[in-house]
């Protein structure tokens, strides 16, 4: 009862408590965000964690390798320029629900075994053809965001606040664009 006065009093927040279910609602924002800009799914999607190192790491790099051996290379894995690890499915373009509902699995396991302190973000790739977008789930806060990556270094800040609010209503978008970090070199984009 003291620690929640003291939290209130210095104005700390509790996080919100992930809900690995929020993404079921991709699928139904992917039929909005087509209909409405174009941008369709491109069957790639990819969970992100960054392992930290030690006992904790071996173990979550065991879970990673049971996970990869799924359903014969259902999966696979890379690690990008900041070390963190994608664990990256592909399907077909029309197989949103599937898509998600192999991320969602992903994201469960590693949950259930322990890692979810490890988990980032999970994130759906999407183009209209010439540009390429994710939609990126943020585990830690339970929200979405649109990044549209336009270069190396760049990102299109005007379609990202462009298909914020097509899906909107859809899905719990980030309201602190702070958090709208770039993924530049993410799988799929």
Known sequence: MRMRFLDALLGRTKPVPPNLDQLFALPAAALNLQAAT??????????CFKAAEGGGFSAL??????LLALDNGKYSSQVDSYGFTW????TTAEDTAGLVTDLHSVNSAL?????????LC??????NGTKSLGLVYLYKQGTWYPFAPTGPDRRDNTVELQIRSVVTDDLRIE?????????????GL
Do not use: C, K, M, N
């Open 38 to 47: 174009g941008y369709a799914p491109t069957g790639v999607g990819a969970v």
């Open 87 to 90: 664990l990256v499915r592909q």
């Open 175 to 187: 309201p602190d664009l702070a958090r709208w970090f770039p993924v530049y070199g993410a799988p």
């Open 122 to 127: 999970t994130l759906v790739a999407f183009s």
């Open 61 to 66: 790099q065991g879970e990673v390798d049971q």
């Open 111 to 119: 949950v259930d075994d322990g890692f979810g302190s490890a988990l």
